[in-house]
């Protein structure tokens, strides 16, 4: 948790978190495994989002860079960053998950969790984007 905030800025970070989440549109494809995609529809959405994404890596004591955690067997990462501000979380559970990410520019951030097995990520910014995708594989 956050335990150098007060509990009432906890919550509203909280209930703004959720109503990111709530409001972006939400992009689904099925076949052997299940993709969320939360990408911002514009600029102000991006901005918000970007901003939860921020929080979050403060919390974790990210300055700047990416945080990845594995758990499980034979999963690869790659995380390319050039350009300032750019912030990359990706946490893969199971076995047999790959991500690769680009940030290129500056204030990009996104957010990649993978769970089951045999999950594929490759997601791209150039700039000021950010996204979170969630997918889960059997």
């Given at each position: 948790m956050l335990p150098h905030l007060s509990p009432l800025f906890r919550r509203a970070l909280s209930a703004c978190a959720l109503a990111i989440c709530?409001?972006?549109p939400a992009q689904t494809a099925f076949a052997s495994s299940l993709s969320l995609h939360l990408q911002?529809?514009?600029a102000q959405e991006a901005r918000a989002l970007?901003?939860?994404i921020?929080?979050?890596a403060i919390h974790r004591?990210?300055?700047s860079g990416a945080d990845l955690r594995q758990a499980g067997r034979n999963h690869a990462a790659r995380?390319?960053?050039?350009g300032g501000r750019n912030y990359a979380l990706i946490r893969q559970h199971g076995a047999n998950h790959s991500a690769n990410l680009?940030?290129?520019g500056g204030h990009n951030s996104q957010v990649i969790?993978?769970?089951?097995?045999g999950a594929h990520a490759n997601v791209h910014q150039t700039g000021g984007q950010s996204g979170i995708l969630i997918q889960f594989a059997p």
């Open positions: 709530v409001t972006l911002p529809r514009n970007g901003a939860a921020t929080l979050y004591d990210i300055s995380v390319h960053q050039s680009t940030q290129t969790l993978q769970y089951g097995n």
